[in-house]
């Protein structure tokens, strides 16, 4: 019977696949000799000259549990930087640090430094709010607000109070939908509801919403993980366009996208940075172990 | 992993063979829970249609009522004996000597105390009235002669509606043989006739039945509804804004939260207990005045509209609060740009449905002296007042006939503002709410 034997066949691949999967615990047990701080201690080039944002660090805990361990990372100006790792790894929970969000989580606890543009945001004095205007943020599901394609962008100049007038705000929201590259899409539907628009369109609506404020930096957290293939591609020209204007940290879990859009890669692991380094070095000649089994397909 | 739980592969056409065995007993409890649904849809359905005819069935004919056509003659030796024609005068006048009279002239053969009497007790009390307002309202018919369509009294009214069982024996009904005898006479002659009962959308309680009107009652409701909904609603909404946005998740938050849904199983008796003795007994508030009864409902309805509010709330995708937050908007700014813009549908939904079931609640009204007989409608919230649905248990309990039809028109009114207020429920919903 074919089917019977394909699936013995399965389980015999699947009895190596387990030893392989366990790979990455048998990499812990080995280290637990040297102790945890050396095993898990950051590889590579954390630190660059004239950093726009600088972590040293960084702890993150929800509650008991121990999200971010000892991160210090700095993201140069007009860079991509990317940060890949299985799933859990915290790396969302560490791009959403850069902007406070993790304020919002009642049992989250950020320790450590970190600095945009040499000042601590974490600083008592420091409004989160002037923050995250500085700091713009795009999720992983699209998410336009329930308004107009052009309410959605004019959102943030005007709360900011950025426009003076119509004209002015007219101006704001019609180049920042340009330079997400929306505009001759929707420019004869400005009036339509945000969520009226295709999944891919509605993200690059979303990146113009927070371009229109005007930030420094800009986190994506895995923009592309809900969108086909076409609509990828033409966010990630888009992230390769807003380099030259913004500095960009992007979570992502494509290794692919990694590599097609960042200058530097960070890898995490378990709340560890474990390696971090030019793009093409991490992916073609990682140091670490753990690094070298992750973008080898063995774990992750 | 030492211990393997893994078995062969189980052959393919017992596999089949199995699932194939299985099917027809999982198709057989799938018809039995549809049939079981279905029955129960009907049961449902079959109550709520009885319910329907029997309060239509009893209540439409309170909606008309008798009149009997009086050749009235004003006359000036009984109104205004001094010919004064001031105010104090006409409205002290002994106005039935008049119907008196016009029955009199209708029924000239009629004589004697009790046939008189007899005679006289087809038309209503409030004729009398009717002609003092008349007048008063304009003395010239002073000396004149009109025909006027007065009010029949409710016993007769009720044989007209045909709720008399003539087959009885006459001293076991309250029209007599010899009023049937009149009233068929007036048929006769056109002089008596079922109108719409306009009274009783203008009136309020009264001893007479067809004198009796919901209007004093139904004020009352309005008055009671708009300080419930002024208060519960931004009471709630803003509590429920606080618990779901800004409050701290600690021991004390659970508990405040854990008593608010308690709070809205509590029965309303005790709300009303709550209302007798804080707002009547201790801030000193009059008795039976809606401004009370709207309070003590208020309170009533807040859980309800806290958790129909933070429901509501709750159902705002956490994106958009995510999306508004990284923008650098505050938090007032994302609840109230955001948040309750699309929350406001669900709440306003729960808010109404809250007040239908406020509108609707007799118990804590009792404890707080809406029991009231009320005739005059009330002005303002400190007025005494009733409200429909203790007017409703009250003329239950009247022993006149005339009031059984009187009490499902009043469900019939009562109803009808639930089927108001729900519909614009359902109107608010579909209006405002936005897709995402």
New interface residues.
Partial sequence: MPLGSKQAGFIGNNESDLKDVQLGKRVVSSTDQIGEFEAFATVGEATVDDPIISIRHCNVHYGDTHAIKDVSLDIARNEVISMIGPSGCGKSTFIRCLNRMNDTIETARVDGEIRLDGDSIYAKEVDPVLLRARVGMVFQKPNPFPKSVYENVAYGPRIHGLARSRAELDDIVFSSLDRAGLYSEVKSRLEEPGTALSGGQQQRLCIARTIAVNPEVILMDEPCSALDPIATAKIEDLIEELRENFSIAIVTHSMQQAARVSQRTAYFHMGHLIEVGATDKVFTNPVHRLTEDYVTGRIG | MTDSV?KP?AN?DETRALVTASLQGRYRRERIFQAAGVVAVLLSVGFVLFFFTSIVGKGYSAFSQTYIKLDIYFDPAVIDPRGTRAVEDLSGANYAALVKDALQGLFPKVTGRSSTRELRRIISNGAAYALQDMTVADPRLIGSRRSLWVLADDEIDMYMKGNVDVELDSDRRKVSDEQIAWVEQLREDERIELRFNSTFFTAGDSRDPELSGIWAAAKGSLFMLLICMGLAFPLGVAAAIYLEEFA??NRWVDLIEVNINNLAAVPSIVFGLLGLSVFINFLGLPRSAPLVGGLVLALMTLPTVIIASRSAITAV?P????????????RV?TVS??VLP?ALPGMLTGAILGLARALGETAPLLMIGMVAFIVEAPNTPLDPSSALPVQIYLWADSPERAFVERTSAAILVLLGFLLVMNASAVWLRTKFE???
């Avoid at chain 2, 994106?319 to 505050?330: C, K, P």
Wanted: charge should be positive; glycine fraction near 8%; hydrophobic fraction near 40%.
């Fill in positions: 893994r592969i393919l701290p998740r995708p994106s958009i609060r995510e999306a508004a937050l990284g923008l650098g908007a505050s700014q740009h955001h699309l936005r897709r995402w």
